[in-house]
Structures are given as structure tokens and as C-alpha cells.
């Protein structure tokens, strides 16, 4: 008779509280094996430590590297249904390979060539786009088509009806951030195709959803009840740029304005709360000055960084990048990050932790100022 193999194994640990290691104990542990029994004492330095060491290292991707291989995809794999999105996502080295840029998060480089439609779906996961550069596709949210060029962030909440589509005689690549980690290991996943083609061929120059929402400080008296998704599918480059530039120019005129000395931030929201854009995500646009060294910050849940333009010099943990447009680097859970900049410094940022502070398991620690 053949005996399936117990999936659990049970190390056995020397230190305080741990028993002695008799052959009665080897016996015991072997019983446990093979009744799917594990016991804290021979796990509690993983599972409880005093303090998050993710498995997810820090990581930088360079765009150099990317664009060339996304070019590559794009004359060898064909954009429709069944493979969705030619979407190349980012692997943490410590997540067994798995194409997932933290245990939460989501980061791809997707690619579409001139006149290219990626076929629509909706899927429960959250997702956003980030334009580093290019123009001319038209990402289209429920039949909304929503133009998207350089500086651009467009949210596109859970379940709404999506598909690109190149309107343009160039091709186009823009970073895709969305929770699919999350939801794969909570099970929380669904999804449903749509039609092939993204069925209007409209590229007007405001979407319908910025003609409702996208009045600074205005609100439409049609659409008074709170959303828990952002109804605004795209937040302009031009407004972001102003509100980081009017922070530092304030700050030099000696208002409060920037976040530490030289550095601007906005976080993007939703308008119906004021809160996140995204349930799962929450996504901010940083911006340092030249000659500007950030204290190190610790904080509850991962985040991936986009270099939009500038140089710098980014510590994440034990790694440190000289980094430059485009670049794509991943900051796990609890691992402190400073960042330095000789020329100034604009990064784009996305992170987990509007999760953690719905679970009230939000912390952040910051370290003493730069040296
Ligand atoms: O563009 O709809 O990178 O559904 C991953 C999943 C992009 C998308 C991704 C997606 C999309
Ligand atoms: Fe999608």
C-alpha cells in the first residue's frame, strides 16, 4: 500500500520554549504530519515576528529595458481575446515567480500598436493606468472613451466595462497597476468578457466622465451619494504639474505647503469622498526638488514607484539605484525608503495601504532625517 506523502512537514527548532529533540518528539511530529497538524511553537518566528519582513525584495526595473521587450511583443504576440492584454507584468524575486510586483500589487508595461483594439472585459479587480510617455490610444470605461498621454492618471474601479484602442499611426506603452495579487490569494476574483471590439471609434477630447467631474471643488448636484470608486477617469498632467509647482512655490514664499523641506506631494481622490480613488489602491504623485534628500520612511504595505522625469537616487532597505524616467521599482511592506536628487525629482507612486488602514493595521515610522 502506497501512503500519499503529508504536504506538511515540521521543522524542528532549537531555542528558548523549544522542546528537546527525542526520537518520542520525532515520533509525535511525524504523527502531526500525517494528521495535517502543525504546532505554533515550531512556527511562531515566521508567523509572528515582532516586526513585517515581507518576502518581496526591493527591485528596480529599468525602462530602458522594458520598452525594447514590449516593442519585441508587439510584433510577435497578436492583442485579443483569450490573452486580453499584451500586458507584461513585474515579478518580486522573492514571490516564487509569480508575476506579482508585491503580494498585494499588480505592475505591467502594456503595449498596443497603431489602430490595435484590446478587446473589452470587466473583472472585479481595481485598476489603474500611468502614462510615462506617448499618446493617441483611448482607453473606453464603459463606453466612455478617455484619451490618455503623458502625465495622465486614469482609475477604471472594479467591474466597469473596459477596452483600449490606438487611434494613432504610432505605437503606444503606459504602465497598468491593478490588485490582482490581493484578490488572488483572498479569492475574491471574477471575471467577464465583453465584446471584441471596443465598439465606438469616438476620440473626443474630454471624456463625458471629466465634463461631470473634473470642476475643482465642484459637484454635481445630480450625483450627491458618495461612491466608493473615483467617477473621474482621468486626472491631467496639467493639474498635477501645477499643484506640485504652486506647493513648492508657496513653500518658497514660506506657507506650509510641501510634505518636508522640498517635497511636494498630491495623493489622487475620489470627489464624491475625498478619500482614495480605488478601495484597494491608493496612488499619489511626488515631486522633489533640486538639491531635496527625504528622511526615511517606513510604512504598513507595499508600494511600486514610476520615475516620470529626473534623476535621483533612491534607497529602498539595503538596495540603492541611481534611477531615471521611467524606471519601476518596488518598496515591501515595512522597509524604509529615502530618496536624494540633484536635479529634482518627479516619481508617481502606488500602494496597498488603503486596505490596511480599513483594517485599522495601518503604521508608519519615520527615521531620523537623511544623512
Ligand atoms: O488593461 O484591462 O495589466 O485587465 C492586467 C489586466 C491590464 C487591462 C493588465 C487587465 C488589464
Ligand atoms: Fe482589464
Redesign the pocket.
Known amino acids: 500500500m502506497t501512503t500519499t506523502p503529508s504536504p506538511v512537514t515540521i521543522r524542528a527548532t532549537d531555542g528558548p520554549g523549544q522542546p528537546e529533540r527525542t526520537p518520542q518528539l520525532e515520533s509525535l511530529y511525524r504523527q502531526f504530519e500525517s494528521e495535517l497538524l502543525v504546532p505554533l511553537w515550531a512556527e511562531i518566528g515566521e508567523l509572528m515576528p515582532a516586526e513585517p519582513h515581507s518576502k518581496a525584495v526591493p527591485h528596480l526595473w529599468r525602462w530602458r529595458n522594458l520598452m525594447p521587450m514590449a516593442e519585441q511583443a508587439g510584433s510577435l504576440v497578436p492583442v485579443g481575446r483569450g490573452g ?2 499584451r ?1 507584461i ?1 513585474l515579478a518580486n524575486p522573492g514571490l516564487g515567480g509569480r508575476p506579482f510586483a508585491t503580494p498585494t500589487l ?1 505592475a ?1 508595461i ?1 503595449y498596443l500598436k497603431p489602430y490595435e483594439d ?1 478587446p473589452v ?1 470587466r ?1 472585479s ?1 481595481n ?1 489603474f493606468r500611468f502614462v510615462v510617455e506617448g499618446e493617441g490610444v483611448w482607453t473606453v470605461v464603459d463606453g466612455d472613451p478617455v484619451a490618455m498621454r503623458r502625465g495622465d492618471f486614469l482609475p477604471q474601479a472594479g467591474w466597469h466595462w ?1 477596452g ?1 484602442h490606438n487611434r494613432s499611426d504610432r505605437p503606444m506603452a503606459w504602465i ?1 497597476g ?1 490588485d ?1 495579487p490581493f484578490q488572488h490569494y483572498t479569492d475574491a476574483t471574477f471575471f467577464e468578457f465583453g465584446t471584441d471590439d471596443v465598439g465606438t471609434r469616438e476620440a473626443p477630447e474630454r471624456s463625458r466622465s471629466e465634463r461631470l467631474w473634473a470642476h475643482p471643488g465642484l459637484r454635481p448636484l445630480t450625483h450627491l451619494t458618495p461612491t466608493p470608486a473615483t467617477p473621474l477617469l482621468a486626472y491631467r498632467w496639467e493639474y498635477t504639474d501645477r499643484a506640485l509647482s504652486d506647493q513648492l512655490a508657496l513653500e518658497a514664499e514660506g506657507c506650509t505647503a510641501t510634505v518636508e523641506p522640498g517635497h511636494a506631494a498630491v495623493r489622487y481622490t475620489n470627489p464624491t469622498t475625498g478619500g482614495d480613488v480605488l478601495p484597494t489602491l491608493r496612488t499619489e504623485f511626488h515631486r522633489l526638488a533640486p538639491d531635496t534628500a527625504t528622511a526615511a520612511v517606513r510604512e504598513v504595505g507595499s508600494s511600486v514607484f514610476q520615475v516620470f522625469d529626473g534623476t535621483g537616487e533612491v534607497t529602498v532597505g539595503e538596495a540603492r539605484w541611481t534611477v531615471e524616467r521611467g524606471d519601476l521599482f518596488v518598496v515591501p511592506s515595512w522597509t524604509p525608503l529615502s530618496l536624494a536628487t540633484d536635479t529634482g525629482l518627479d516619481l508617481f507612486r502606488f500602494s496597498d495601504t488603503p486596505v490596511f488602514e480599513r483594517l485599522h493595521l495601518d503604521r508608519t515610522y519615520q527615521e531620523g532625517p537623511h544623512a
Open positions: 486580453e492584454r500586458a507584468a499588480w505591467a502594456q484590446a472585459h473583472h479587480q485598476a473596459h483600449h497598468d491593478l490582482i
